[in-house]
Each structure stands twice: as C-alpha cells, then as structure tokens.
C-alpha cells in the first residue's frame, strides 16, 4: 500500500511511515541500541538458519489490506530476490523480531492480534 502511495506521489520515498490498522503512521525513531542489538542479532543467525531463509532487516510485511508494518527483523523464506515486486506475506515469516515501546495502558494485544491476522506463526 505504502509502495503504491509513494509510486502515485501521495508519499515520498523518504517519509517514513507504515500502514497500521489502516492509517498511516510515522515509525518509531531506531535508537543506536536496536541497532546494535539488530546487528548482533543478524550475525548469529547467519549461523544457525538453514539455506532458503533470508533476513529482512527494516522490511514491510503485507499482513493485510490494513496492516503493512515495517518490522525491525523478520525471517523470512526464500532469497533477498525472491520477492522484487511485493512486501512478504505473514505465510512466508518464520520469525519476527519487533521493538516495541508500548505504554502500560497498550499492552501487545493489538500487535500480537495483526501479526496473527496476517498470518505470521504464533507460539
């Protein structure tokens, strides 16, 4: 959705926004903290995920008409080429890797519940 916003000129391709619950909404800032987590998070599983997975740092999902989050890792099946023309779907996610400040009052639920909704397998 937000590809096609950008490639219709209703957004820039620097805005930084996802699709949430069907409204557009601007990401959280990554601190140098998520990023060296993130980093540190890619290294070790270049080491452990088998051949036909790819790390998708910072990649939009398409979980629905209403969600396409920017997740902070998502793993993801096939090869970084595999997907040139669309955002992964929840039924192509092994693991999703979110940093998430939600305030006492939100809770996870509605994170938990889109994920869920778009297929990515919950434990």
Known sequence: ?????????VLDDVQ???LWDGRLVRQTVKLPF????????IAELHRVVPAGW???????????????PDV?????RGGPRDHPDRHPTGAEVGLVVE??????????GP???????GGVPAL
């Open 54 to 68: 790819n790390d998708g740092p910072g990649s939009p999902l398409a979980l629905g008409p209403w969600h396409q």
């Open 16 to 18: 930084h926004v996802e």
């Open 34 to 41: 998520h990023c060296a987590f993130l980093s540190n998070l």
């Open 99 to 108: 940093f998430l400040n939600p305030s006492p009052d939100d809770g996870l």
């Open 111 to 117: 994170v938990v519940a889109a994920f869920a909704g």
């Open 1 to 9: 959705m937000c590809a096609r916003m950008v490639a219709a000129g």
């Open 72 to 76: 902070g890792l998502a793993l993801i």
